[in-house]
């Protein structure tokens, strides 16, 4: 089991440390890659997965449920914490509720589970990134308007590929797979992206930052125990599930933090802590769902 959990987990965090180790020592300037694998290459996956003929809207309609039960309750969770430690919300609530789902769930289910584990993920993926790029940023500015959400490429990107799915449109295979091919490109270069933003990340709040960094796990993984005892899921997505609920603050999150000025630094220190807290809890994750 050990064995299996090392190699599941060994290419995620070497890539990602190779990208740390780089950004410490030769301070690239990713700005431009990370645009492109958010407008290009993370869209391209994301419709290769659901315009997949194998994909099925409404078979994934109960995760569809779980995944939004799970990013609404760590909000709630979230808020509830940030009134007992009195933090603001809007500091702590967004870390809660949004994982790193994207760098670090996506490429974990294709390594733990294989490449039939791809769309289920995808699928959570795409709950959390509606959520975050709608409610998300609505939280940290008021003046965000919902009704240009479908402008953000995964977004737009998620409702094509529904509608594919959903009225059976069969997509020139050779454009599909340029698709796919293209798709491939971001999971690597999410982790890789990862590593580098980690580096130029600076705890200045260290308290804040594990406090954040362990509650969004543990939350996490208690929400994953409470969805899978009232809804029925496959046993791959009751994997899926449980994994979900253990990865760490989103990157994202300081992003958001940084471009609305809402406590950069403590986000920061929250992404920081928990993705290097990410090596006690994944391999946990794992350990329950592995045979």
């Known amino acids: 089991m050990l064995i299996r959990i090392v190699e599941v987990l060994f290419p995620l965090f070497f890539i990602t440390a190779l990208g740390f180790l780089v950004g410490r020592r030769m301070k690239p300037d990713l700005a431009q890659a ?7 290459f993370v869209p391209a996956l994301v419709f290769a997965a659901l315009a997949n003929k194998a994909f099925e809207v409404a078979a994934f309609l109960p995760l569809i449920v779980a995944s939004t039960f799970m990013v609404v309750g760590a909000g709630l969770a979230g808020w509830g914490l940030a009134r007992a430690t009195g933090m603001q919300a809007r500091t702590l609530v967004p870390p809660m509720m949004f994982n790193n789902c994207g760098n670090l769930g996506l490429p ?33 500015d008021h003046r965000v308007r ?110 958001f933090a940084e471009r609305y000025g809402q406590e950069p630094d403590k986000v920061a220190s929250m992404v ?18 592995l045979d």
């Open 146 to 255: 919902f009704h240009m959400l479908w402008r953000v490429p995964s977004v737009m990107a998620t409702l094509l590929g529904l509608s594919v799915s959903l009225t059976q449109f069969e997509v020139w295979p050779p454009l599909l797979t340029a698709i796919r091919m293209l798709g491939e490109i971001s999971i690597p270069l999410m982790l890789f992206g990862l590593g580098v933003r980690l580096a130029d990340a600076r705890i200045s709040a260290v308290g804040v930052g594990v406090f954040g960094a362990l509650a969004r796990p543990l939350v996490g993984l208690a929400l994953s125990w409470i969805v899978l005892q009232f809804i029925d899921l496959p046993a791959r997505e009751q994997a899926l599930v449980l994994v979900f609920g253990a990865l760490p603050p989103a990157v994202l999150n300081f992003m």
């Open 34 to 40: 990370n645009k492109l694998n958010m407008d290009v």
């Open 272 to 289: 920081l802590i928990g993705n290097l807290a990410a090596v006690a809890f994944l391999p946990l994750a794992l350990a329950l769902v």
């Open 108 to 140: 974990l289910a294709v390594l733990a589970f294989g490449e039939l584990a791809l769309a289920p993920m995808v699928v959570m993926f795409m709950v959390s990134n509606l959520i975050h790029f709608s409610f998300g940023a609505w939280l940290l």
